[in-house]
């Protein structure tokens, strides 16, 4: 018996040691945040076991309610929706005013839980506001202006625009459940930016379409260089607080005192996170403030590529019954969808998203969110 604890205390040594020095002990931090929690990837509440920089909020413009608030009845398809896939939050607003919320599982309005990559739309918003004031001359602007350090054959033609537009080049694995991926590495290792700067541009930027959260990551630290902020507080002083958010959110990082995991990962609740389609749905205008130009959120909410009419820059775009859609997407099915023709924005949140369909970028939770929530507004 002493011989095979022994053994079994040397095994374990070995496994810590050969991760230390092929750098992949990070694995063992992700072990303990999902695995060990009961999870096999990233969840809505595991911003509580990472360290977080606070955006701060300011003044608290509450939602206003509509006359027939929680008036209306969910439906039986969108109730099956909601069960199956374990959605701890759902709203509807039109004509800025909420006509109905409703939360699952203890959940409620000022519960903060992770947007996962809802935040790529954030970042890109800071892009363009970092353009309209000067810090970043245009979307054509190269990165290497300033990441110098940026690898590849092909790292000096990469554009800020690129990245936003998720046509980097970057060789980038998006594999959220292998555990020697990169995007593992980068959301549960402590050094992103080194993990960043050691991939290379490896192919020509600018061509396609590829979504990758690292293009995201690398426009965060092409931010934090060109306004010398950090991105939460960057993103507080120029749209949470103006927005009138209720809450302070919460960025995870990859350490203390790190940098913003900006590719995902903003903590806050429902009707918070419908702000930005608040924003977007009124050209960048809040209440008589402009906090974005109308020409970058057309920019943004427009395909780059006609062979990629899905999505723009940092938005999912689509077109539901003639009418055209833009949206906020996070992983286990985080959205915040926009119909402007309609004046309606639905927001969902929730443990799990519904199926991918090889045939169509957008999933099929998308549509019943959609379609059962205007048949609540009566659309």
């Known amino acids: ?23 992949v002990d990070y694995i063992f931090r992700a072990v303990r945040v999902t695995y060990l929690t009961g999870h096999n990837s990233a969840f809505i ?4 076991y990472f360290e977080n920089r606070v955006v701060k909020s300011e003044t608290a413009q509450e939602w206003p309610l509509a006359k ?4 209306v009845s969910s439906t039986k398809r969108l109730d099956s929706l909601h069960t199956a896939l374990q959605s701890i939050a759902y709203v509807l607003i039109q004509r800025d005013s909420v006509v109905y919320e409703k939360y699952y599982d203890d959940y409620g309005r000022e519960s903060k839980t992770n947007s996962f990559s809802m935040s790529k739309s954030i970042v890109t918003l800071a892009l363009g506001k970092a353009i309209e004031q000067g810090l970043i001359s245009s979307l054509d602007e190269k990165v290497m202006t300033f990441l110098p350090e940026l690898k590849g054959d092909f790292a000096s033609e990469l554009t800020v ?57 690398l426009l965060a630290m092409v931010l934090e260089k060109a306004t010398k902020q950090t991105l939460s507080d960057y993103i507080s002083t120029n749209f949470w607080k103006p927005m009138g958010a209720t809450q302070d959110a919460l960025w995870q990082l990859d350490a203390k005192d790190g940098i913003e995991k900006a590719y995902c990962c903003l903590a ?44 723009g820059y940092g938005w999912w775009l689509n077109t539901y019954a003639g009418k055209r859609i833009f949206y906020m997407r996070g992983h286990l099915g985080q959205y915040v969808i926009v ?19 090889s045939t169509d970028p957008h999933n099929t939770a998308f549509y019943v969110l959609v379609e059962e929530g205007l048949k609540m507004l009566g659309i």
């Open 1 to 23: 018996m002493k011989k095979f604890f022994i053994w079994f205390i040397g095994i374990i040594l070995l496994i810590v040691a050969l991760a230390y020095i092929f750098q």
């Open 161 to 217: 625009g690129d990245l936003a537009s998720m046509s980097s080049g970057l060789k980038w694995d998006e594999s959220y459940y292998s555990p020697f991926s990169v995007t593992t590495e980068a959301y549960f290792g402590k050094n992103i930016r080194k993990t960043m700067l050691n991939l290379p541009i490896a192919s020509q930027p600018g061509q396609n379409f590829k979504y990758q959260s690292g293009d995201t990551q």
């Open 268 to 311: 806050s609740n429902a009707l918070d996170f419908a702000r930005f389609g608040k924003l977007f749905l009124h050209n960048g205008k809040w209440n008589d403030q402009q906090l974005i130009s109308e020409d970058y959120v057309q920019k943004s909410t427009h395909p780059r590529f006609e062979n990629s009419p899905e999505y």
């Open 68 to 71: 027939n608030y929680n008036t």
């Open 45 to 48: 509440d595991d911003y509580t």
């Open 339 to 357: 119909i402007p023709e309609l004046d309606v924005i639905v927001v969902r949140l929730g443990q799990f998203d519904g199926t991918e369909v």
